[in-house]
Antibody, heavy 118, light 106 residues
Framework: EVQLLESGGGLVQPGGSLRLSCAASGFTVSTYSMNWVRQAPGKGLEWVSYISSTGTTINYADSVRGRFTISRDSARNSLYLQMNSLRVGDTAVYFC???????????WGQGALVTVSS | SYELTQPLSVSVALGQTARITCGGNNIGSKNVHWYQQKSGQAPVLVIYRDTIRPSGIPERFSGSNSGNTATLTISRAQAGDETDYYCQVWDSSTVLFGAGTKLTVL
C-alpha cells in the first residue's frame, strides 16, 4: 500500500526552525516528483515546494523562498522540509504529496501541524 | 501569474446534481485535477486530467473542462458529499489550487 507519513511538527517561536520529515512506503520517493502543501487553520490549500523526480528542478512559493529548503534521502526513502526564520503566518498543517504521472497529487500524508507562536 | 477562481459555496438539494466550477484563462488547455477534503483529513483526489475518476471514487463524480471553465459534477448528491472541494493545475512547475468551494447538501 502506498503511504506517506509526516513527522516533526510542533510549536516553535517566531524566528525559529523546524524540520519536517515524510516517510514513504509502498513506492520509492526518488522515482517520483514530490510536493509540500500547507493549510492554515480554516483556510484553503497552499502549495509550498516541489522537487522533481530527478532532483534537478526545485521550486518554492514566493512566501517561503529563501527560508525553506526541500530535500530527500533515497536511503531513508523520505522527503524533508527544512523551515528556518519561521513566522506566525507559517502556522499550518503541512502535507507531503506524491505527483502521479497524470500530474495529479495522488497520494497525501495525514499532515503535520506546525504552530509558530511566542 | 495564473489564477483559478472557484465559488466560495455551492448548495444542492439531496439527490440532485451539484456543479462546482473552476475558472481560469484558457483553462481548457490545462489538465485540471479535483480534490475532496473532509474536515480534519487530508485531501483525496476525486478527478484527474479533467474527466478521469481514480479507482474507488463513485461514478456519481464526473468532470469536464473547456474554454475558461472546468466543472466538477456530483450527481445524486448525498449528505456525505457535503464538504470542501479544490481544483488544481500546474503552472511552470508550480502547483496552483483554487480557493476551494464548500458544498452544502440541503
Amino acid at each position: 500500500e502506498v503511504q506517506l507519513l509526516e513527522s516533526g511538527g510542533g510549536l516553535v517561536q517566531p524566528g525559529g526552525s523546524l524540520r519536517l520529515s515524510c516517510a514513504a512506503s509502498g513506492f520509492t520517493v526518488s522515482t517520483y516528483s514530490m510536493n509540500w502543501v500547507r493549510q492554515a487553520p480554516g483556510k484553503g490549500l497552499e502549495w509550498v515546494s516541489y522537487i522533481s523526480s530527478t532532483g534537478t528542478t526545485i521550486n518554492y512559493a514566493d512566501s517561503v523562498r529563501g527560508r525553506f529548503t526541500i530535500s530527500r534521502d533515497s536511503a531513508r526513502n523520505s522527503l524533508y522540509l527544512q523551515m528556518n526564520s519561521l513566522r506566525v503566518g507559517d502556522t499550518a498543517v503541512y502535507f507531503c504529496t506524491r505527483v502521479h504521472s497524470s500530474s495529479s497529487l495522488d497520494c497525501w500524508g495525514q499532515g503535520a501541524l506546525v504552530t509558530v507562536s511566542s | 501569474s495564473y489564477e483559478l477562481t472557484q465559488p466560495l459555496s455551492v448548495s444542492v438539494a439531496l439527490g440532485q446534481t451539484a456543479r462546482i466550477t473552476c475558472g481560469g484563462n484558457n483553462i481548457g488547455s490545462k489538465n485540471v485535477h479535483w480534490y475532496q477534503q473532509k474536515s480534519g483529513q487530508a485531501p483525496v483526489l476525486v478527478i484527474y486530467r479533467d474527466t478521469i475518476r481514480p479507482s474507488g471514487i463513485p461514478e456519481r463524480f464526473s468532470g469536464s473542462n473547456s474554454g475558461n471553465t472546468a466543472t466538477l459534477t456530483i450527481s445524486r448528491a448525498q449528505a456525505g458529499d457535503e464538504t470542501d472541494y479544490y481544483c488544481q493545475v500546474w503552472d511552470s512547475s508550480t502547483v496552483l489550487f483554487g480557493a476551494g468551494t464548500k458544498l452544502t447538501v440541503l
